[in-house]
């Protein structure tokens, strides 16, 4: 991914935003006639956090902010809906103490509903992370630091003044860990819409199935018991998913045909990681990022053999917290660093 000066009239490989406070979260729209937005969400350390709605102009080549709207404290999570045909209303959901669904104008952003599993509680138990179901998208999971995993419901109800109101319920809340939960997401196997699994401090990755809710299975355990903090599912073949340990330099690839052994290990940082994404096109490429300004491109159809080194590296200006691939445009990956985004084509 060494960056050649562009000939005239060539696209360029990088578009660049500078937000007005740091970027952590961030994610892109699935929408088919929404190719280059992107939803950000703001780090301060104060109660009052934003999130911004970017898209890019492919004419000017520059970015531009389309809607910002206020997210009380920072959010943890940002993901728009899974709509890769566009029939749904446009909705972007975000995680915090709560979590909460938007619905994206062309101007403005508005709250369609609050989340909230606590009713009998004055206190909140945030929420580290949520997934929306692909095949499914009335299914949303969270984590949360309370060692539950709740699983809303989500209607798209009555046609009112030409508004569809959205709302929510829960389907099912379960203990998920001995400790917080730090991380969820669906897997497409088995239909891909009843399968997830959960990370969390207790530094074991379980697998659950809503069919089957008595039960789940430990797909990977740390010896230390080092907390573990993300998880990503292979996009193409869901035996397979990636996870990371609390300021670890590595991330782990696990098989779920071979529970508690690791089949690969991804260990090319020099600091610790912070995001993972899976291709969506590829079942052997994944891109890890991480402290040490890196983001890295990985080929592991050899595994079990040692994967020694990524195919693709870039180094960007800054401490890397967040990538993601794009899964309607797969040749575009996004990082944010301090208060940048970056697109990169790969």
Request: glycine content about 6%; overall charge negative; charged content about 20%.
């Amino acid at each position: 991914m060494a960056m050649p000066p562009i000939p005239p009239g060539k696209r360029k490989e990088i578009y660049k935003y500078e937000a007005p406070w740091t970027v952590y979260s961030m994610n892109w729209s699935v929408r088919p006639d929404k190719r280059f937005r992107l939803a950000l969400g703001s780090f301060v350390e104060e109660y009052n956090n934003k999130v911004q709605i970017v898209s890019l102009d492919e004419e000017t080549s520059d970015f531009s902010a389309k809607s910002t709207f206020d997210h009380p404290y920072p959010t943890t999570k940002i993901m728009w809906i899974p709509d890769s045909k566009g029939v749904f209303p446009d909705l972007l959901a975000t995680s915090g103490d709560y979590l909460r669904v938007w619905r994206v104008g062309d101007t403005e952003t508005r709250l369609e509903c609050l989340l909230n599993n606590n009713k009998n509680s004055d206190f909140c138990a945030p929420l580290t992370s949520f997934d929306w179901n692909e095949v499914d998208p009335n299914l949303l999971g969270t984590s949360s630091i309370d060692t539950t995993c709740t699983i809303w419901g989500l209607e798209t109800g009555q046609v009112m003044g030409r508004v569809n109101m959205v709302s929510g319920h829960v389907k099912t809340q379960l203990i998920a860990h001995d400790k917080e939960v730090y991380d969820i997401a669906f897997s497409r196997a088995g239909g891909g819409r009843d399968m997830f699994a959960s990370v969390g401090a207790d530094g074991s990755v379980r697998m659950f199935d809503l069919r089957h809710l008595e039960h789940s299975t430990i797909i990977y355990e740390d010896q230390q018991h080092v907390p573990l903090l993300r998880l990503a599912w292979n996009k193409q073949d869901p035996n397979y998913l990636a996870t990371m340990a609390l300021d670890a330099l590595e991330v782990i690839i696990l098989d779920v045909r071979v529970p508690c052994t690791p089949v690969a290990r991804l260990n090319n940082h020099r600091a610790c990681v912070n995001g993972i994404g899976w291709a969506p096109h590829s079942s052997c490429h994944i891109c890890t990022a991480g402290d040490d300004h890196q983001a890295l491109i990985w080929d592991i159809q050899q595994m079990p053999r040692a994967i020694e080194d990524p195919i693709l590296a870039y180094t960007a200006g800054g401490e890397i917290n967040q990538i993601q691939w794009s899964s309607t445009q797969p040749d575009w990956i996004s990082i944010c660093y301090n208060n940048c985004m970056e697109i990169l084509r790969v």
